[in-house]
C-alpha cells in the first residue's frame, strides 16, 4: 500500500518551532546525555524532535491513534493537566476548612483495631468442625489457629459480611464466618476502640484533602462546560447483549 498524505489542512501543515520547545528539548537533551548539546548537535536534535512531530500528525491525521487505549488515556492525562494548571483552589479560609472538616471527620477517625484468632474449615464437615471449636475441643482434632493482631476493619479478611459480623461481636466467643470461596470460625481476642479525631491535630492533612476536593469539583464544571458544546447520544440498549 502507498501511504498519500494529504489529510491535514491549513494550518495543521504549519510547525512552530517555538522557544518554549527548544527550551524544552534542550533540557531533556541535558537530562537525557548529562551535558549540554553545540549547535550542531542540538539542531540535529531538533531534526529529529520535527520529524516526530509530522509523523505524530499524519498519523492522527490517518486515525491511528483511535483505538489505542494508551494513547487515548496519555492525552486524556495531559489535557486534564492543562485544565488543572488553569484552576485557582484559593478563596478558602480556616473557617471554610472548620466547616469542611466538621461534616467530613470520619475520614480523620481512627478505626477499632482487632486481635483475631481464625481456623479455617473444611467444606464438608464444617459444622461438626465448629461445634468442636466453640466446645474447646479442637485442639484434640487437630485444627490449626492463625492469629492476627491489631487489624482494622479495612484489612480484616475472610470477605465483606466478616467486617460486620466481628464489629457487631463481643470479645471471646468465637463466630462462624461464611463466603463464596471458603469458611472459618473466628473470634476477637481484643478491641483497641476507635478515636475521634481532632481538628488541630490533622489540619494539614484536611486542607491538602479540602483543596484537592475543591479542584476535583472546578475540574468537573469545566469539563462539563466543554460537553456541552458536544451532541452526545447513546444506543437504545445501553447493556449490551451478553454473548459466550
Known amino acids: 500500500a502507498i501511504y498519500m498524505s494529504g489529510k491535514l489542512s491549513g494550518d495543521e ?37 520535527m520529524q516526530e512531530e509530522i509523523l505524530f500528525r ?14 487515548r488515556e496519555r492525552l486524556v492525562r495531559k489535557f486534564k493537566d492543562v485544565l488543572l494548571g488553569e484552576i485557582s483552589t484559593g478563596g478558602w ?19 477499632p483495631l482487632f486481635d483475631i484468632e481464625e481456623i479455617a474449615l473444611n467444606k464438608s464437615t464444617y459444622q461438626a468442625q465448629f461445634e468442636s471449636i466453640v466446645s474447646n475441643e479442637y485442639k484434640a482434632v487437630d485444627l490449626k489457629t492463625r492469629k492476627f493482631y491489631g487489624r482494622s476493619p479495612a484489612n480484616i479478611l475472610f470477605g465483606k459480611d466478616a467486617i460486620n459480623t466481628l464489629e457487631n461481636h463481643d470479645e471471646g466467643g468465637w463466630v462462624l ?21 481532632n481538628f488541630e ?21 469545566r469539563l462539563s462546560d466543554i460537553a456541552a458544546k458536544y451532541e452526545i447520544s447513546f444506543p437504545e440498549q ?3 447483549t451478553q454473548r459466550d
Open 93 to 111: 479560609d480556616v473557617e471554610d476548612l472548620q466547616n469542611w472538616f466538621n461534616e467530613n471527620s470520619s475520614l480523620f477517625d481512627v478505626p
Open 13 to 49: 501543515y504549519k510547525v512552530n518551532i517555538s522557544d518554549k520547545v527548544t527550551n524544552d528539548l534542550y533540557s531533556r537533551y541535558k537530562s537525557e546525555y548529562g551535558l549540554a548539546p553545540d549547535e550542531v548537535t542540538f539542531r540535529a536534535y531538533l531534526d529529529d524532535w
Open 238 to 240: 445501553l447493556i449490551p
Open 58 to 71: 499524519e498519523a492522527k491525521a490517518m486515525g491511528l491513534d483511535i483505538g489505542d487505549d494508551m494513547i
Open 177 to 197: 464466618i461464611k463466603n463464596a470461596e471458603s469458611l472459618h470460625a473466628v473470634r476477637i481476642t481484643k478491641i483497641v476502640a476507635s478515636q475521634k479525631s
Open 201 to 221: 491535630d490533622v489540619r494539614v492533612r484536611a486542607s491538602q484533602i479540602y483543596q484537592d476536593q475543591l479542584m476535583r469539583e472546578q475540574l468537573n464544571v
